[in-house]
């Protein structure tokens, strides 16, 4: 099981992104938004000034380095809240959890078959895959980067971390819980709902 992606909600999301590309050594994947009503995306190359002057509406930013996957999308907090954190899991843990979702009476929703998010009415989401020939690949480059720790401010660190453990079945203390080699904590005094971005740490 691997922790490989997580997605951020911020108003601030052209800092937020220069911050991943310009301090942490993260690529553009593409800007996904719409030209008034017609849906498209930019891979790198086409700078802020361009898409502006062509009208280009953000829906997300996608960037990526070695085995990790971050999307920042535009939303109401001007420091990042956490959306949803995404697992690579085996077909045995994939199976499984959907199983503990589903004694829980916890939503599942499946996105044409690509992913399965679950709710885990702890102010956040979980994005799970099985194992898929794309994820193998990309999980390949985590001799470039890997996530070491996901730090996170939660106004109850306590149930945010119990929902992420028992739901993975993953070991979990009163505010951490480690998924393979990275652990995400949950920090006091953070704000009620979605968890708030406070640091990150690559290896």
Known sequence: MQLFHYHLVTSKVREVEARYLGKLGFSLVARHGRIEDEATAFESGHGWEELDRIGFKLRLSELERGAVN???QPGQW???RLDHLGF???????VATLARAQL???????????????????????ELHPPREWLDDFLAGGT??????????????????AALGELLEAPYTKDTVAI????????PDGPQGRPQLHAELFV
Do not use: I
């Open 144 to 161: 470039d980067l890997k996530l070491a720790e996901l730090q996170l401010r939660a106004d109850d660190p306590e149930l945010k971390a």
């Open 78 to 80: 001007e420091l990042p």
């Open 88 to 94: 690579a899991l085996d077909e045995d843990d994939f």
């Open 104 to 126: 829980r009476e916890l939503r599942v929703q499946e996105h044409g078959g690509r992913r399965t998010f679950v709710t885990t009415n702890a102010g956040y989401r979980l």
């Open 70 to 72: 971050v999307v920042v």
């Open 180 to 187: 393979g080699e990275t652990v995400v904590r949950f920090l």
